[in-house]
């Protein structure tokens, strides 16, 4: 069976998920968190900063000696010239300086800012204009004088200080920002920039502003850097929050800003990079590989997503991958979901155990072995409808295997068979295992007072790159094997698989038959000149217990592997035979096409059947199209020939299958005179494809119209095709566009309902 998870539900399901985590990301929706993790990543990776910037604070041991804050501007001139003193690279003075005190003081002040030799700056301190547009700045004049200023502005985000201006438009012009001052790199103008907080703002130098006057600080610590003079005593009011450091004066966010630059202007690559991918990762989970490993592709891409996006941060690049693990997250809850529903609605109410169609989707372990078990028991019966009796035997069976099984992971068939998984195990190991199963059978089960003697056999497929479908059967095959030869397991080989398939495939396609799991579907063929379903191709559907459901030429190419060709197709012809005798009594003239191989028309199986159909009245041979769907590989083939006008002959029509896969396939035309084209879907499409493309596509049509050769697109799902294809005189088309495979009664009731409409 295909994978029925709903691709097409579960892809409109992720675009609408996309939009709405795009949406969210696009809006900040996911900014706090981002930078919570942020913050958290910092204190994690802690690093010292470079030590080429010192602060010189108005600390609680100064302020105690010297006197209340604010000193007089004498004392702050004075402390001014000390620092000069020490011959540093700078001097950033960030202090506010709002009124006037006296005539005397501020000329002090004024004096001492002219005097000093190191390069100085004042902070400007900023404040909101009422429109928000424009800031306001502040700073006495007696202070400030002819010395250039900077500004002081803190933006706020949550109630932390995540980022710091480089310059800021104000009524007096834009002016730097200490930070892009100090760091004296070339930043974007008007511009925040994303704080470094793996600086440990602990390890910022600082001297104590009385230690300075006293002229005990180490001036080997002083001179030749960068001096920043703020208030670090935090009774003061000039203290803000710092994520993952708590409370800090505000200098010391002028320091990390600077050490910040120093690094280079950092970066942002946001977060429509890793959304981008999260789209990939979507995509993924939309091909059969992606929906059975969903958990891994989740897990895997959300971890390279932090991985990366953890790298980036210590690169000092920014970005946010939140929107795109929401995207991935919420894709892999709802896809595991969707698969564990599937899984739910695949347990056997009988039972209550899980059906091994669940495989399809379920999680593989990595390099896991499949185990299949067949029961033997005295009374052995064979078919797929699960009578009383089976059914204790199997809930016993299974209860007695859980024990050293995990019951979640056992899985069971119509036929009396279970499959699990379990990790790949040396030999000795595995069979050790096994053992220890078949010894928990040497008791025999007591259902409703009568003893049954069970034994188990276990089939073992280890060959990690088949695809599921494969192992499931090889490991079931396998264990009937070990149960024929009474060994407790065999382990799968591809002989052991094909010797199982030559002897089983017929007798269960026998009882598949006989107990309804094979079906036909019909695929109407609509004429393109005035739109009515003349004709319909017929497919059997078979709903194996392991397999899952076969069909086309899965199903054919397990008949011809296994040397039940004739027998499968024979069934197909029984059933166009039938049925085409069944619509032509309705509407007269309606024609059945099937699928068939080469080998079998060219076999004794078709002869036979040919030869019961000239005694049959029910129905008119002409009516019946074989589609040869191998006829490109046997194209030289005198056999093949004979065999198509032996066919012909019989009053039966013959086509060509997959028609304009080479550009060769015009000669088949000439060389085999069908009576039918039926034109892949790439040839189609060939006609709005290049010039060149286009002018064999038309002449092939051309040239099947002129020999009497009817055309027949199959696989039409593109409207513009099917147009071209009207206007260049194709016959008929059969796909999506003109109706999904039914069921006979489902078919007839749907022509009866577009004829009524027609004549109504």
């Known amino acids: 069976m295909a994978l029925n998870l709903n691709r097409s539900k579960i892809g409109r399901t992720m675009l609408f998920m996309a939009i709405i985590c795009g949406g969210l990301g696009a809006v900040g929706f996911f900014k706090p968190v981002t930078l919570s993790l942020n913050s958290l990543q910092s204190k994690i990776r802690t690093k010292a900063v470079s030590g080429e910037i010192v602060v010189v604070g108005i600390d609680s041991p100064s302020i105690r000696d010297i006197g209340r804050w604010p000193w007089p501007r004498d004392v702050q001139g004075e402390l001014f010239r000390k620092i000069d003193g020490y011959k540093p690279k700078a001097i950033y003075i960030d202090i506010g300086y709002q009124g006037k005190t006296t005539a005397q003081a501020d000329q002090s002040l004024r004096n001492s ?58 009524d007096r012009g834009r002016i730097k920002s200490l930070a892009t001052s100090a760091a004296a790199s070339a930043v974007p103008s008007n511009r925040n920039f994303r704080i470094d907080y793996t600086f440990n703002p602990q390890t910022i130098p600082q001297f104590a502003a009385k230690d300075i006057l006293s002229g005990t600080a180490p001036a080997e610590k002083i001179r030749g850097r960068i001096v920043v003079i703020g208030v670090t005593d935090i009774t003061q009011n000039d203290v803000h929050s710092m994520p993952g450091w708590g409370e800090n004066p505000g200098v010391l966010f002028h320091v990390l800003g600077i050490e910040t630059l120093k690094q280079g ?31 891994l592709v989740t897990w895997t891409s959300t971890s390279l997503i932090i991985a990366v996006s953890s790298g980036l941060t210590q690169a000092h690049i920014g970005n946010d991958p939140l929107p795109a693990i929401a995207l991935i997250a919420s894709i892999g809850i709802y896809v595991s979901r969707q698969k564990a529903a599937l899984i739910r609605a695949q347990r056997n109410e009988q039972t209550g155990f899980a059906d091994m169609t669940g495989y399809r989707v379920k999680e ?10 067949t029961i033997k028991r005295s009374e052995t019966r064979h078919g797929y409808a699960l009578q009383a009796d089976d059914i204790r035997i199997m809930k016993e069976v299974a209860r007695r295997l859980s024990t050293l099984i995990d019951e979640r992971q056992l899985t069971h068939n119509t036929n009396q068979q279970f499959l699990w998984e379990m990790p790949l195990i040396d030999t ?22 009568r003893t049954i003697d069970v034994d188990i056999f276990f089939g073992i497929d280890r060959d990690v790159n088949a695809n599921i479908e494969r192992r499931m059967e090889s490991a079931l095959s396998t264990s009937i094997l070990a149960r024929d030869s009474e060994s407790t397991f065999k382990i799968a080989t591809s002989a052991s698989f094909e010797e199982h398939l030559a002897r089983q495939f017929g007798p269960e396609f026998d009882n598949a038959i006989a107990n309804g799991d094979v079906h036909v579907v019909f695929a109407g063929q609509q004429q393109l000149n005035n739109g009515r ?13 392991a397999y899952g459901e076969l069909s086309g030429s899965k199903l054919f190419g397990l008949a011809t592997e296994s040397g039940n060709l004739d027998k499968v197709s024979l069934y197909l012809c029984e059933q166009a035979s039938h049925y085409v005798g069944e619509i032509n009594t309705i509407w007269p003239g309606f024609s059945i096409s099937m699928k068939m191989s080469v080998e079998f028309i060219s076999g004794e199986g078709l002869k036979s059947w040919i030869a019961s159909c000239m005694k049959a009245t029910h129905f008119k041979t002409n009516n019946i199209i074989f589609n040869l ?43 085999f005179n069908p009576d039918e084209l039926f034109l892949s879907k790439s040839f189609s499409a060939e006609l709005l494809g290049s010039t060149s493309n286009q002018m064999y596509a038309s002449a092939a049509l051309r040239i099947a119209s002129a020999t009497n050769t009817k055309t027949i697109a199959q696989g039409m799902d593109d409207r513009p095709v099917l147009a071209e294809l009207k206007e260049q005189g194709c016959d008929r088309a059969q796909g999506k566009i003109v109706a999904s495979p039914l069921t006979y009664d489902d078919f007839i009731a749907y022509l009866t309902d577009k004829r009524d409409k027609k004549t109504g």
């Open 113 to 170: 800012m002219e005097g000093l030799q190191s390069p100085t700056k004042i902070i400007a301190l900023a404040t909101d204009a009422d429109d928000g547009s424009v800031r306001s700045i502040y700073s006495h004049e007696a202070a400030v004088g002819k010395t250039p200023s900077v500004s002081a502005y803190f933006p706020y985000l949550f109630g932390y200080v995540w980022e710091l201006p480089t310059t800021i438009e104000t």
């Open 533 to 545: 379903i003349t004709a319909a191709e017929i497919e059997l559907i078979w709903n194996h217990p």
């Open 629 to 671: 769907i191998n006829v490109h590989a046997h194209r030289n083939d005198p056999v093949l020939q004979w065999s198509i006008r032996n066919v012909q002959n019989h009053g039966f029509k013959v086509g060509i299958g997959n028609f304009g896969i080479t550009n060769s396939d015009i000669d088949l035309i000439k060389m």
């Open 364 to 373: 593989i372990i990595s390099n896991a072995l499949f185990v299949g078990a």
């Open 265 to 295: 202007y950092p970066s942002n690559w946001g977060w429509i990079p890793f959304f981008l991918f999260a789209l990939l990762v979507g995509v993924i989970h939309l091909t059969r590989a992606g929906l059975q490993r969903s958990k």
């Open 428 to 449: 000795a190991k595995l069979s050790e295992h096994l053992e220890g199963l078949r010894r928990m059978f040497s008791a025999p089960l007591v259902i409703d007072g």
